[in-house]
């Protein structure tokens, strides 16, 4: 019986057997699971373990062979993910990105999954199959296992984006899938909480009209009920990383809680925080207030005040996130009213900005 | 084509260049569109990699044997920056260096295009196509020196 703490990379001191040795070392110390790498160069042990091919790593008496078939990028991140999942991926930030194989959801999952790169994340692709009454009357007569093709779908779709195109693939976010059946809004829910997720990011469907309908039942659920922060991502969005993100307030007291969140998720980015006060009905700015409660968690220099009159608040915002490239968009829950205000109705030139810039919602 | 003349006689000036930053999506455009197979990517001139159509095609690699999934790859595609998938540290050239030196990295090495750099300014590229359309200018290629 190997010990359950204890990685062994079995080769012959090849550069891809020190490559292997070097990304496990890596890995296991960024997550901070306590779990030893050995060498094992001893030709005769791997014959009594029946390795063929090496360079291959033993862990809890499980074989990985690498680079026997296929890519040896591939074939190492498969390794350190199995690894790693034993331990819930230990320090390392968790995203979870549910995803139902539409070009939305896709989006998001590409969107997402940059940064988690970007952030050195992982990211959790989690797909909840809700049997339909189709398809059960289906499964039943047809003899489909619907499960099982789901299971499938959810296996493709992250070969997809995990499969080998450079060099630098060890770099790009490690993916883990998870499969859920039952009801999406719940599943995804418990899926935050068991994972410990510290963001979720979930695609909108980018329709007009109603606040529901623009971001979707599920997502508004999520948005909702999450308990760590929310990136909604609409269907237009692309990933060109985080520079600028905005933050969007209007008469209420701010609390600690958000701000801190905010400056938190910036720094990681370095970004220039945006506070954008809407001077309605000649309410006083409290800008002052947030940027001095900002600048005790982060640099005063990248925080930005300004403050924009109009009648018509979605406008002013969104004029002020085109002329100044902002990336992200982020408002706390706490004011849902004015988070409606910003969507909830179709100006046209407004909802062509809208589906391209992603939302925050903080906590 | 004079083997002991500059490079500049037969590079391209100033090709076609993208930002790190900039989409492998972009990318795809220029290959598509200008027929080039090689794009520098420069901030303000300054040479930081450069992207091959095999590099690009290797991105795109796992699509090739599935048509319908074109939406996930131009998702795929614009959510990426071709800062992923460039070559760095690549050998370049001054422009004034002889053509018959080219030949030789050529010669020995695995990549088709060397871009020319001149005080630290990306002044052009000069791939192994360049070669053959000037040689094929010629009736035959000649060695002199001015």
Known sequence: MQNTTEIKVLGTGTSKHQMVTSVLKEYINKAGIEITVNDCNDIDSFLNYGIELVPAVIYKDQIFNIGSNGSFNVALRKVVTAILKNSNFGHLEKIVIPIDFSNVSSNAFAYGHRLATDLGAVTKAVHVFSPSANEVVEGTTENIDFIKLHEVYLEDFVATFDHDWGSDLMRVSLIDSEYRTGFPGEQILDSIDENAADLTVIGSTGKTGFFQKWFGSVSTKIMNESPSPVLIVPEGANYHGVHRIAYAYDNINQDKKVISELASFADRFGAEIHLIHVENGGVPDPGYYLSELLCKEYPSALIITSSIKTDDISKGITDYCITKSIDIISLSTHKKGFLELLYDDSISQKVSAMTKLPLLVLK | MNLLGPVKDIMTANPYTLTPSAT???????????????????????????VSMSDYLFFRRGFLDNRD??????????????????????????STEKINVALEIFKENLFHAIPIVDEGVLTGILTTHDIIKNLAKDNEAYAEYD
């Not at chain 2, 999934?69 to 001054?94: L, Q």
């Open chain 2, 69 to 94: 999934d074109e939406k996930i790859e131009d998702i795929r595609m614009n959510n990426y920056e071709v800062s992923f998938i460039m070559t760095k540290g690549i050998a370049t050239m001054e």
């Open chain 2, 24 to 50: 492998i999506g972009d990318a795809a455009k220029i290959f598509d569109e200008h027929k080039v197979h090689h794009i520098p990517i420069a901030i303000d001139n300054t040479l930081l990699g450069i």
